[in-house]
């Protein structure tokens, strides 16, 4: 099982920028998937970025693109997202996940795909 811890968040100014950080725990797969998802109240939880842990390939969604970045620290089974020019949209609970390396295809974007979530850490951007 792998655990998943969120940090990073906080309350921060329209332009502002936080570094969110998922600290990953317990039995880890060489090859896996980690992403960052965010859910604002009142909407479905919705795809910001992931990385593929070997190669370290990224893709981010178009709606933050330019402004955040994932990255991985490989030593620390962690991975960030450098959140910059942040928007009072960007305000929800940000959650880290993890899919396992199985058979399949898959697809970065897709909820379903993901097998491990931490507990979220919460994002206010105010105007």
């Known amino acids: 099982q792998v655990h998943l811890v969120e940090s990073g968040g906080g309350l921060v100014q329209a332009g502002g920028s936080l570094r969110l950080s998922c600290a990953a725990s317990g039995r880890t797969l060489r090859s896996y998937v980690m992403g960052w998802f965010r859910q604002a109240p009142g909407k479905e939880r919705e795809f910001v970025a992931a990385?593929?842990?070997?190669?370290?390939?990224?893709y981010h969604a178009d709606s933050v693109k330019g402004r955040f970045t994932i990255s991985r620290a490989n030593a620390e089974n962690t991975v960030y997202l450098q959140m910059n020019s942040l928007k009072p949209e960007d305000t929800a609970v940000y959650y880290c996940a993890v899919r396992r390396a199985q058979s399949g295809s898959y697809y970065d974007w897709r909820v379903g795909d993901y097998d491990y979530w931490g507990q979220g850490t919460q994002v206010t951007v105010s105007s």
């Open positions: 990385i593929k842990w070997s190669g370290g390939s990224t």
